[in-house]
């Protein structure tokens, strides 16, 4: 059983920054994946933020330029470095843990940016 821990969320007024971090514990695989996506309401889950197979990264054109992925393998923690943040970023952000075959989503943790 592979989990997910979220943190970094809340409230930031637009312009701001935040940083979400997910770690993976438990039976995890040597070589997985760890990414970001995000769902806003009434709208559908969507990729934000993720790795290629190449270890290039790859972004939402929304946040291009303004959000960056990051990780450190030896905690097993993937990041995700949020600035000028718009109203429209608002959504719960979800960390996604995938291998071949199989995914597993933390439990999310939501960001709210409003004045």
């Known amino acids: 059983q592979v989990q997910l821990r979220e943190s970094g969320g809340g409230l930031v007024q637009p312009g701001g920054s935040l940083r979400l971090s997910c770690v993976a514990s438990?039976?995890?695989?040597?070589?997985?994946?760890l990414d970001w996506y995000r769902q806003a309401p009434g709208k559908q889950r969507e990729l934000v933020a993720a790795?290629?197979?190449?270890?290039?990264?790859n972004y939402a054109d929304s946040v291009k330029g303004r959000f960056t992925i990051s990780r450190d393998n030896a905690k097993n923690t993937v990041y995700l470095q949020m600035n000028s943040l718009k109203p429209e970023d608002t959504a719960v952000y979800y960390c996604?843990?995938?291998?071949?075959?199989?995914?597993?989503w933390g439990q999310g943790t939501q960001v709210t940016v409003s004045s």
């Open positions: 996604r843990y995938s291998v071949p075959y199989y995914a597993h």
């Open positions: 790795f290629t197979s190449g270890g290039s990264t």
């Open positions: 438990g039976s995890i695989f040597s070589t997985y994946t």
